[in-house]
């Protein structure tokens, strides 16, 4: 195996603080421009935005038009060589056997006992040839799951390749103003193209993390400019506007997504035993391909499998308005029996209803649930218990997701 | 094609014994060797023509146990009649000799002092013997055997009496040197002391870790911790167990390297299904257990990818620097060393814990040692066989030798460290310069090679306290078998440990039938 890790910050002796300051993406100049708010956070080390103007308006550009979200601090990493397969197969729950060149696919990943280090994406580049994409850094870990593959080159090139999300009804329109139209009509969810540009080449997925129709663009670190501006000036007419940390929070609980910290701890930086989760117990056992003889965490996930999972991740619809946001769930109106706790909540714009996730154990899934919610008005506390009834499907699921030719709105 | 119902990998002593066990149980088992002969580290070498030795020169801590349970006796083991002492040679001061529990050549308080100690530590060594030869418990386990098993090891420690058992859990864990210090006032005692807590391992005096457990493990066979010479040699042994392993029904076949261990997976998971020999033979079998050390057996020749992440990288951290060279002399004529009547035994160049803590030093950072310590013992004065008449063979341990040296092992170095330790063999047995016809020196980098083991490592993994008991050689391989389904360790590398004990694989067996 070989890893090719990125190279350490250079010290400077201008300034003693190089190294730990945020790293700026390489969209910063126009993001910066629009941060009018200049409400900035951080992710992965690169200054990020929470919001640009008011994350609500943002949240509604993604459902009504379209909105750019910055997914270079994504953490991405080329997978290359005869064993690049095997590699990652056993590495991930899913079969990745079944995966064609030209496809992605969503999986997760676990340590030995089954409990989740991170999920994220795989794209098929070539025959030998993968790219991982996650939220989190995990060279580390690619690392040691590479130990014993002799013919597998791992590299990290998060900051060599530029990423930009494209969500919302209108992203096809865009597209298709930008130039690419003929590419992208025919791509179908979890597919991704490559067509020329500017010179270069942009690699388009269909892909995203809103639950709308929408797309990924991947592009040299060094063309982001003028793939914004190319964007930018196909968009105008279709509401496009940047979009930060808020807006997806909300995009992706309407569309059931899970989030890092939120409904899952990675299993590597939980100290707290089994304070981290199982796919199992965080509904995503469709991941789990026990077909496969071996992945990491099999046996472990099989024996949960068999005797089943003391808690599961489940969508709540809750009565009445109030955001349920870290409320602690009962089996009674009493509030005597605890039997979970809410993951994520807000008042979904688009369903027109309460929504969260929760995880809650799983014998109490047969009777009645009931959120605890303390919410605020004008600074006095008040307390109310909400009946909360569980939903199976994607609280926001429209047919233009996944439709192909996508519509042209 | 036969279908095993076991193949054991590796004949050495721990793979024979474990053959033994299963095939007398009822299964049939094929021991697979790479090596011409069986025995591995314990089988005699020819370094020189007529010339020959083991590695492994003396026997310490052989469980009686496996001695009855196999007849040993009866398929030609034979015991020594007597152990040997062990003598600390000096230039020119009188040897001071250790025996049994006796010392000659020190003060009266030392004299009195060890015999002392010797008492405590077999009473220590008794109350620990029971779990040299138990599967050690899984952490975290609650089942009903694994909690005995822990609380059969408090009510030993407890049953020593108030005293004892504190004082067992002061120095459990002391540096060899803080042990020697407070008892004794001799150098070369104190040196003597800590070398047979040491030997065979990555550790010096001054190091807080496991060598008073060692010496606690060794003194758990025949003579009590004493070394000893059968009087067919440690090759007698290694004959009468193959011999024994074949009269039970075991195949063993030599000069037959395996390839790799190979595994058929489906839904139902993976499973061991046999061996891939060198030349491209398959072999089926239900199980596979290797007396092969760890890294070897589940990163070598099963592999990596087959077992889980975490794990394999746990196995790849095992601490297997060997750290003993060997050095083989052939001689024209029997050695006279200075003040040593009949050198008989193991004769001990090691003046004080600075000089072994020193060579430590020097070996850690790559270097040989400026003054090595070593073990000598002149085997053909024991056994007939490994010299033509009237020459004999020296035989020598020499601690702290490291498997790579800063510009590697090439054969100006070795011819360098072989003159160096027979010019100081020289100053302790004059005129043995004159006397040496031939020379061989087996680096750790070299054992590794000829014998197959990880490091050159005597023990295979390490055996401080991070890879002892229920942690070797690491969690989840403790109890014997692996995250494989059908593949077991029977070496070193598991519980309790190296040197030709055999409890490893005697364990080993037990925990496949059971």
């Given at each position: 195996m070989n890893i090719v890790a990125p190279a350490d910050p250079e010290l400077s002796s201008d300034d003693r603080f190089a190294g730990e300051r945020l790293k700026l993406s390489p969209f910063h100049p126009r993001q910066a421009e629009l941060n009018i708010r200049d409400a900035w956070s951080a992710w992965n080390g690169y200054k990020f935005a929470d919001y640009y103007y008011e994350a609500t308006y943002e949240y509604f550009c993604i459902r009504n038009t379209c909105g750019t979200y910055d997914i270079c601090p994504m953490q991405k990493f080329l997978v290359e060589g005869e064993d690049a397969l095997a590699m990652l197969d056993r590495m991930v729950t899913r079969d990745l056997t079944k995966l064609r060149v030209n496809r992605i696919t969503y999986c997760c990943w676990c340590d030995d006992t089954g409990r989740m280090i991170d999920d994220g994406t795989i794209f098929r580049l070539d025959d030998n040839r993968y790219m991982l994409t996650c939220g989190s850094p995990c060279l580390a870990w690619l690392a040691k799951s590479a130990l014993g593959f002799d013919k597998v080159t791992i590299t990290e090139h998060t900051e060599q390749l530029a990423g930009l999300s494209l969500q919302g009804p209108t992203s096809f329109s865009t597209l298709k103003n930008m130039g690419v139209g003929d590419a992208v009509a025919e791509l179908k969810p979890f597919g991704f193209t490559r067509v020329p540009f500017v010179g270069t080449e942009l690699m388009i997925s269909r892909t995203g993390f809103t639950g709308d129709l929408g797309y990924e663009l991947w592009i040299d670190a060094e063309y982001a400019l003028p793939l914004w501006d190319a964007l930018y000036e196909a968009g105008e007419d279709y509401g496009i506007q940047p979009y930060g940390e808020a807006a997806t929070n909300m995009a992706r609980l309407e569309a059931g997504f899970i989030m890092p910290y939120m409904e899952f701890n990675e299993a590597p930086k939980t100290i707290n035993f089994e304070h981290d989760q199982t796919p199992l117990e965080l509904n995503l056992g469709w991941l789990v391909d026990f077909k496969k003889p071996h992945f990491n965490g099999r046996r472990a996930l099989l024996e949960q499998k068999q005797k089943g999972t003391k808690q599961l991740l489940v969508k709540l619809d809750i009565e009445g308005n109030k955001p349920a946001e870290e409320a602690i769930l009962y089996d009674s109106k009493g509030c005597r029996n605890q039997i979970g706790y809410v993951t994520s909540a807000m008042w979904s714009p688009s369903v027109k209803a309460n929504i969260a996730l929760a995880m809650i154990d799983t014998k109490a899934l047969t009777g009645e649930i009931w959120a605890e919610i303390y919410h605020y008005k004008e600074l006095r506390p008040y307390r109310k218990v909400a009946k909360c009834k569980v939903q199976d499907k994607p609280f926001w699921m429209p047919p233009r997701a996944r439709q192909t030719p996508p519509g042209e709105f | 094609m036969k279908h095993y119902d076991t193949l054991v990998i590796g004949a050495g002593h721990n793979g024979l014994v474990c053959a033994s066990y299963l095939a007398k149980a009822g299964q049939s088992v094929l021991v697979l060797e790479a090596n011409e002969t069986v025995g591995g580290l314990a089988a005699t070498r020819e370094f020189h023509p007529g010339f020959s030795a083991p590695i492994a020169h003396t026997l310490v801590g052989l469980a009686d146990t496996i001695v009855k349970d196999l007849d040993l006796e009866s398929h030609g083991f034979k015991a020594a009649a007597q152990a040997l002492p062990l003598t600390a040679v000096h230039p020119s001061d009188a040897p001071i000799q250790i025996d049994g529990s006796s010392v000659t050549g020190v003060g009266a308080d030392d004299s009195a002092t060890y015999q002392a100690l010797q008492a405590q530590l077999r009473r220590f060594a008794d109350a620990l013997a029971p779990f040299w030869e138990s599967t050690m418990p899984r952490i975290g386990s609650t089942s009903v055997a694994d909690l005995f098993t822990f609380g059969k090891l408090g009510l030993k420690l407890r049953m020593l009496g108030r005293d004892d058992m504190l004082e067992f859990m002061r120095v459990a864990t002391l540096p060899m040197r803080d042990l020697a210090d407070e008892s004794f006032d001799n150098e070369r005692l104190k040196a003597a002391l800590c070398w047979d807590g040491l030997l065979g391992s990555k550790l010096a005096p001054r190091s807080p870790n496991q060598a008073v457990l060692t010496v606690l493990n060794r003194m758990a066979g025949k003579h009590g911790g004493q070394h000893s010479i059968?009087?067919?040699?440690?090759?007698?042994?290694?004959?009468?167990?193959?011999?024994?392993?074949?009269?039970?029904?075991?195949?063993?076949?030599?000069?037959?390297?395996?390839?790799?261990?190979?595994?058929?997976?489906?839904?139902?998971?993976?499973?061991?299904?046999?061996?891939?020999?060198?030349?491209?033979?398959?072999?089926?079998?239900?199980?596979?257990?290797?007396?092969?050390?760890?890294?070897?057996?589940?990163?070598?020749?099963?592999?990596?990818?087959?077992?889980?992440?975490?794990?394999?990288?746990?196995?790849?951290?095992?601490?297997?620097?060997?750290?003993?060279?060997?050095?083989?002399?052939?001689?024209?004529?029997?050695?006279?060393?200075?003040?040593?009547?009949?050198?008989?035994?193991?004769?001990?160049?090691?003046?004080?814990?600075?000089?072994?803590?020193?060579?430590?030093?020097?070996?850690?950072?790559?270097?040989?040692?400026?003054?090595?310590?070593?073990?000598?013992?002149?085997?053909?004065?024991?056994?007939?066989?490994?010299?033509?008449?009237?020459?004999?063979?020296?035989?020598?341990?020499?601690?702290?030798?490291?498997?790579?040296?800063?510009?590697?092992?090439?054969?100006?170095?070795?011819?360098?460290?072989?003159?160096?330790?027979?010019?100081?063999?020289?100053?302790?047995?004059?005129?043995?310069?004159?006397?040496?016809?031939a020379s061989e020196l087996l680096t750790p980098e070299d054992l590794e090679r000829d014998y197959h083991v990880s490091g050159g490592h005597w023990h295979h993994a390490e055996p401080a306290m991070d890879q002892l008991l229920m942690m070797r050689p690491t969690y989840e391989a403790a109890q014997y078998n692996t995250p494989i389904p059908g593949l077991y360790l029977c070496g070193a590398g598991s519980h309790p440990g190296g040197d030709i004990n055999g409890n490893p694989g005697r364990n080993a067996a037990k925990e496949m039938l059971s």
């Amino acid at each position: 195996m070989n890893i090719v890790a990125p190279a350490d910050p250079e010290l400077s002796s201008d300034d003693r603080f190089a190294g730990e300051r945020l790293k700026l993406s390489p969209f910063h100049p126009r993001q910066a421009e629009l941060n009018i708010r200049d409400a900035w956070s951080a992710w992965n080390g690169y200054k990020f935005a929470d919001y640009y103007y008011e994350a609500t308006y943002e949240y509604f550009c993604i459902r009504n038009t379209c909105g750019t979200y910055d997914i270079c601090p994504m953490q991405k990493f080329l997978v290359e060589g005869e064993d690049a397969l095997a590699m990652l197969d056993r590495m991930v729950t899913r079969d990745l056997t079944k995966l064609r060149v030209n496809r992605i696919t969503y999986c997760c990943w676990c340590d030995d006992t089954g409990r989740m280090i991170d999920d994220g994406t795989i794209f098929r580049l070539d025959d030998n040839r993968y790219m991982l994409t996650c939220g989190s850094p995990c060279l580390a870990w690619l690392a040691k799951s590479a130990l014993g593959f002799d013919k597998v080159t791992i590299t990290e090139h998060t900051e060599q390749l530029a990423g930009l999300s494209l969500q919302g009804p209108t992203s096809f329109s865009t597209l298709k103003n930008m130039g690419v139209g003929d590419a992208v009509a025919e791509l179908k969810p979890f597919g991704f193209t490559r067509v020329p540009f500017v010179g270069t080449e942009l690699m388009i997925s269909r892909t995203g993390f809103t639950g709308d129709l929408g797309y990924e663009l991947w592009i040299d670190a060094e063309y982001a400019l003028p793939l914004w501006d190319a964007l930018y000036e196909a968009g105008e007419d279709y509401g496009i506007q940047p979009y930060g940390e808020a807006a997806t929070n909300m995009a992706r609980l309407e569309a059931g997504f899970i989030m890092p910290y939120m409904e899952f701890n990675e299993a590597p930086k939980t100290i707290n035993f089994e304070h981290d989760q199982t796919p199992l117990e965080l509904n995503l056992g469709w991941l789990v391909d026990f077909k496969k003889p071996h992945f990491n965490g099999r046996r472990a996930l099989l024996e949960q499998k068999q005797k089943g999972t003391k808690q599961l991740l489940v969508k709540l619809d809750i009565e009445g308005n109030k955001p349920a946001e870290e409320a602690i769930l009962y089996d009674s109106k009493g509030c005597r029996n605890q039997i979970g706790y809410v993951t994520s909540a807000m008042w979904s714009p688009s369903v027109k209803a309460n929504i969260a996730l929760a995880m809650i154990d799983t014998k109490a899934l047969t009777g009645e649930i009931w959120a605890e919610i303390y919410h605020y008005k004008e600074l006095r506390p008040y307390r109310k218990v909400a009946k909360c009834k569980v939903q199976d499907k994607p609280f926001w699921m429209p047919p233009r997701a996944r439709q192909t030719p996508p519509g042209e709105f | 094609m036969k279908h095993y119902d076991t193949l054991v990998i590796g004949a050495g002593h721990n793979g024979l014994v474990c053959a033994s066990y299963l095939a007398k149980a009822g299964q049939s088992v094929l021991v697979l060797e790479a090596n011409e002969t069986v025995g591995g580290l314990a089988a005699t070498r020819e370094f020189h023509p007529g010339f020959s030795a083991p590695i492994a020169h003396t026997l310490v801590g052989l469980a009686d146990t496996i001695v009855k349970d196999l007849d040993l006796e009866s398929h030609g083991f034979k015991a020594a009649a007597q152990a040997l002492p062990l003598t600390a040679v000096h230039p020119s001061d009188a040897p001071i000799q250790i025996d049994g529990s006796s010392v000659t050549g020190v003060g009266a308080d030392d004299s009195a002092t060890y015999q002392a100690l010797q008492a405590q530590l077999r009473r220590f060594a008794d109350a620990l013997a029971p779990f040299w030869e138990s599967t050690m418990p899984r952490i975290g386990s609650t089942s009903v055997a694994d909690l005995f098993t822990f609380g059969k090891l408090g009510l030993k420690l407890r049953m020593l009496g108030r005293d004892d058992m504190l004082e067992f859990m002061r120095v459990a864990t002391l540096p060899m040197r803080d042990l020697a210090d407070e008892s004794f006032d001799n150098e070369r005692l104190k040196a003597a002391l800590c070398w047979d807590g040491l030997l065979g391992s990555k550790l010096a005096p001054r190091s807080p870790n496991q060598a008073v457990l060692t010496v606690l493990n060794r003194m758990a066979g025949k003579h009590g911790g004493q070394h000893s010479i059968p009087p067919n040699g440690i090759n007698g042994l290694m004959n009468a167990l193959r011999t024994a392993a074949e009269a039970n029904g075991a195949e063993v076949r030599t000069s037959t390297p395996v390839q790799k261990i190979t595994v058929e997976g489906d839904e139902n998971g993976q499973r061991i299904s046999g061996v891939q020999l060198a030349n491209g033979e398959e072999i089926k079998a239900d199980k596979v257990v290797s007396s092969a050390d760890p890294k070897t057996t589940l990163l070598g020749l099963l592999g990596a990818p087959q077992l889980e992440i975490d794990f394999s990288n746990r196995i790849r951290r095992l601490r297997t620097d060997g750290y003993v060279a060997k050095l083989h002399l052939a001689l024209s004529g029997k050695p006279a060393f200075q003040g040593v009547a009949n050198p008989e035994g193991r004769l001990l160049i090691a003046p004080t814990m600075d000089t072994i803590e020193f060579a430590y030093d020097n070996a850690k950072y790559g270097e040989v040692p400026e003054e090595a310590v070593m073990e000598v013992v002149i085997p053909t004065l024991s056994q007939n066989d490994l010299a033509p008449t009237g020459s004999h063979v020296l035989s020598a341990h020499v601690m702290y030798v490291p498997g790579k040296i800063k510009g590697g092992w090439t054969d100006a170095a070795k011819q360098s460290l072989t003159d160096q330790l027979i010019a100081q063999l020289e100053a302790h047995a004059p005129g043995i310069g004159e006397l040496v016809e031939a020379s061989e020196l087996l680096t750790p980098e070299d054992l590794e090679r000829d014998y197959h083991v990880s490091g050159g490592h005597w023990h295979h993994a390490e055996p401080a306290m991070d890879q002892l008991l229920m942690m070797r050689p690491t969690y989840e391989a403790a109890q014997y078998n692996t995250p494989i389904p059908g593949l077991y360790l029977c070496g070193a590398g598991s519980h309790p440990g190296g040197d030709i004990n055999g409890n490893p694989g005697r364990n080993a067996a037990k925990e496949m039938l059971s």
